[in-house]
């Protein structure tokens, strides 16, 4: 059973950045994706950004310019790099992992909060 840890949430000053990882486990995986989604009160979740197996790249409009997206094939982990945070930036923040025999898999979600 493929599970996901996520880490690195928490609360910041708003220009201030944190750092986002979540690590994949449970025996011999083949990621095809890993990202970031993102979901605040009262509002549907959103694409932050998404990383392919091959390096490629995608980010969420309201992100770009801000957030990078990077991942560790060796260690099935993906980063998310938030810099110049802003309060609405504030969400619960959900990796996310397509992988090939077990299909989208979702993480329990990290808080991120942006004071003003």
């Known amino acids: 059973q493929v599970q996901l840890v996520e880490s690195g949430g928490g609360l910041v000053q708003a220009g201030g950045s944190l750092r986002l990882s979540c690590v994949a486990s449970?025996?011999?995986?083949?990621?095809?994706?890993m990202g970031w989604y993102r979901q605040a009160p009262g509002k549907q979740r959103e694409l932050v950004a998404t990383i392919i197996s091959g390096g490629k790249t995608n980010y969420g409009d309201s992100v770009k310019g801000r957030f990078t997206i990077s991942g560790d094939n060796a260690k099935n982990t993906v980063y998310l790099q938030m810099n110049s945070l802003k309060p609405e930036d504030t969400a619960v923040y959900y990796c996310?992992?397509?992988?090939?025999?077990?299909?989208?898999?979702w993480g329990q979600g990290t808080q991120v909060t942006v004071s003003s």
């Open positions: 449970g025996g011999s995986l083949t990621i095809n994706l």
């Open positions: 996310n992992v397509h992988e090939m025999w077990t299909g989208e898999i």
